[in-house]
């Protein structure tokens, strides 16, 4: 069994940037892919970037690239999501979520998820 608890979330101007962490429990953390989504009110979750266990290999969705970065200190047993460049559309609850499946995109690979934290950015 993994547990995910998300940190790093809070209050950002348009254009300034935040760091998220993910810290895992778990021995078999290492051996994950993992992944980011969020939820803005309203709206369905959808899929931020992921990472394989090796490689890494990473994956990003298109709204993202460029300004969003994913990386994993499995030493640490923690993910992060470095933003940058953000904007008020990226206002909502993220999730950190981990699986043993590939790289993907979306959800039902997924079978640990954290509990989310808010991230709202002002214009």
């Known amino acids: 069994q993994v547990q995910l608890v998300e940190s790093g979330g809070g209050l950002v101007q348009a254009g300034g940037s935040l760091r998220l962490s993910c810290a895992a429990s778990g021995s078999a953390f290492s051996s994950y892919t993992m992944a980011w989504f969020r939820q803005a009110p309203g709206k369905e979750r959808e899929f931020v970037a992921a990472l394989t266990w090796s490689g890494p290999y990473t994956y990003y969705a298109d709204s993202v690239k460029g300004r969003f970065t994913i990386s994993r200190d499995n030493a640490k047993n923690t993910v992060y999501l470095q933003m940058s460049g953000l904007k008020p559309e990226d206002t909502a609850v993220y999730y950190c979520?981990?699986?043993?499946?590939?790289?993907?995109?979306?959800?039902?690979?997924?079978?640990?998820w954290g509990q989310g934290i808010q991230v709202t950015v002002s214009s």
């Open positions: 979520a981990g699986g043993e499946g590939p790289l993907s995109a979306q959800r039902e690979p997924y079978h640990y």
